[in-house]
């Protein structure tokens, strides 16, 4: 799970098991931050589609998930499509994770132990900070 600035550069990281939601692990994704400031408006895929967790993210942090509803949503919208414009951005998203397939140590997951893991991650996401564009 990743968080990504304007230039799609990444501001948090984290790693978690692939069975629970990623509205439950998306907490432990922004406290492993890479800067000391999150964006003011993330961007995440419809499964951040959650009012308790746009409630907590705007109660604890002071941030507003902007992210598309799901098809079978039974309570009103809660954004608007001001909000949702921002969305088409999402592709800066994929580019980074583009970007981690360069390495390839990530891609197959040689590392058996997430400590190991995710230090390569942090590795892999340092020389992506630190390249000249």
Not at 7 to 34: M, N, Q, R, Y
Not at 58 to 71: C, N, T, W
Not at 74 to 102: I, M, N, P, S
């Amino acid at each position: 799970m990743a968080a990504i600035d304007s230039t799609g550069l990444p501001v948090s990281i984290g790693i978690a098991s692939a069975s629970p939601h990623a509205v439950k692990v998306i907490k432990a994704a922004f406290d492993e931050g890479l800067l000391d400031e999150l964006p003011e408006r993330p961007i995440g895929g419809k499964a951040y589609d959650s009012d308790k967790l746009d409630e907590r993210l705007g109660d604890e942090r002071g941030v507003k998930l902007i992210a598309p509803h799901r098809r079978g949503r039974e309570r009103e919208a809660t954004q608007d499509g001001r909000e949702l414009r921002r969305y088409k951005r999402r592709w800066k998203v994929e580019r980074f994770f583009a970007w981690l397939h360069f390495f390839r140590r990530l891609v197959t997951r040689h590392e058996v132990k997430t400590e190991n893991f995710l230090g390569f991650l942090h590795f892999a996401c340092a020389i992506i900070l630190l390249r000249p564009f």
